[in-house]
Every structure is written in C-alpha cells, then in structure tokens.
C-alpha cells in the first residue's frame, strides 16, 4: 500500500495549467498545488492575477509555483512556454489543457477570424502544446488532462465553431490516449454548468438551464478541479475517458 501511495504522489511533480491565472483554470490549479504538486500557471491578458496566485502558492510552499504568459494561438508560443517551465523546473509530470475562448457565432454572422480564434484555443493549443510536452511527459510517464465541455456532444444554440471545436478537443482527448499509451494518460473533463460567462446570458436562460440539471443547481470550479485530480493522481487505469461533471444535466438532455 505504501508503493502504490507513493506511486500516485504528486510531491516533486510540476503541472503545467493553461488558462490559469482565474475561473476553473484557477480552481484546477490551486487544487493539484494542494495535492502537492508544483504549478506553472499559464496566462495570456491576465498576468496580475495569475501573479497573484504564484505568489499566493508559494507564501504556502516556496518556489512551487511559477506565472508565465503566452499567446497560446501562436504555435511558436507554445515551444516557448513548455521550454520555460522545464527550464524553470527540471521536468514536466502534468499538462492540463483548460485555456478557452467562449463566444456565440451565429452562422449569418460568424467570420474567418472568429473559426480561427475559436479552433485555435480549442483545438489547435492543446494538439501541439501537447506536442511540444511529448518528451518531457513521457520521460514522467505523465497526464494530460483536457477540458473539454458538454456542448462537445449537445449543441448549444448559435454556438456553432466552438461546439465542433470541444468535439474535435474530445476525439484528440481519445485520440491521443490510444497514441500515447503506456507512456502518458490522457483523459478530459467535461464541464456543465460551473460558472455563467462573464456577459451575455440573461437571468430566464439560466433558470432554463438549472431546470434541465438534476441536482437542480450549477457546479463549482472545485468540482471540475476535483474531477482533474482524480485523472491525474488517483485514476492509473483510466485513459481515454472524458468524465461530464455536470449535476447529471446530460442524461437528460
């Protein structure tokens, strides 16, 4: 017993978290940091939050937590960045795609820009930040984690791009767990509703939602951040899975 806990410890082990510095991003790193882990914290427009957690991480555990920013729609950028945190930290045990870009694009509106930002975020950074990891997370027999969303397998209205985007994310998610097996895990999440975006979403369509869920209430950033830490540390049989942690909205949708 005191292998197989040593085995699934995270002491000593370095995550990498996209999206970071706020939201879920920051749930799911605070959370693998309490488990243990060291966390490099990825941001993009956000680097005084994100700041602010390092810091905040470090008062608890010194030198276990690093803020680095890069343009994640910028294939360059993600050399860069996995380059740095394994500078930085010698190796690289976790990577947990979560950064995200969430807009509606109604087709007789959306444009060029918009398919490019919203594949870009979604699909394209995890595909080759993923890349980019491979040697290190092998070297570690490593995870990765993505997020990925509900509205990966049920349409949500006007949401057209970022809907096939989070479907391509869950077939690269099985995909790569069937290439990178034994070496490196890889499994996703799939959020419901856990925080409301920022704008845009009036009070009647969230009642709407809240009625489709059973546990008849949205989630919490903690709840999808637990759902990761049990991929990454309590799951060494699981891969290729991805776990809906949605009060049980998509049973019934």
Excluded: C
Excluded at 113 to 141: E, G, H, T, V
């Amino acid at each position: 017993m005191a292998d197989a806990d040593t085995a699934r410890s995270l002491t000593g082990r370095w995550a990498l978290v996209t999206g970071a510095a706020k939201r879920i991003g920051a749930a799911i790193a605070a959370k693998l940091h309490a488990a243990g882990a060291n966390v490099a914290i990825h941001y993009f427009n956000s680097a005084e939050p994100a700041q602010a957690l390092a810091e905040t991480l470090n008062r608890t555990r010194p030198d276990s937590a690093l803020a680095v920013g890069a343009d994640l729609r910028n294939r360059a950028a993600l050399e860069t960045l996995v380059d740095t945190v394994t500078a930085h930290a010698g190796r690289l045990d976790v990577l947990v795609n979560n950064a995200s870009s969430f807009y509606p694009t109604p087709l007789a509106a959306v444009t060029e820009r918009q398919w490019q930002d919203l594949i870009d975020s979604n699909l394209k950074a995890p595909l080759f930040l993923s890349q980019a990891a491979l040697p290190q997370l092998a070297a570690a027999n490593g995870v990765i984690v993505n997020i990925v969303d509900v509205h990966s397998q049920r349409p949500l209205r006007d949401h057209p791009v970022y809907g096939a985007a989070k479907a391509g994310l869950a077939m690269l998610t099985r995909s790569l767990a069937k290439d990178l097996g034994p070496d490196i895990r890889v499994n996703g999440v799939s959020p419901g509703a856990i925080l409301w975006p920022e704008t845009g979403l009036e009070e009647n369509v969230r009642n709407s939602i809240v009625r489709q869920i059973p546990l008849r209430r949205p989630g919490e950033p903690d709840d999808i951040a637990a759902a990761v830490l049990f991929l990454v540390r309590d799951a060494p049989y699981v891969t290729g899975q991805i776990i809906a942690v949605d009060g049980g909205r998509s049973i019934g949708w």
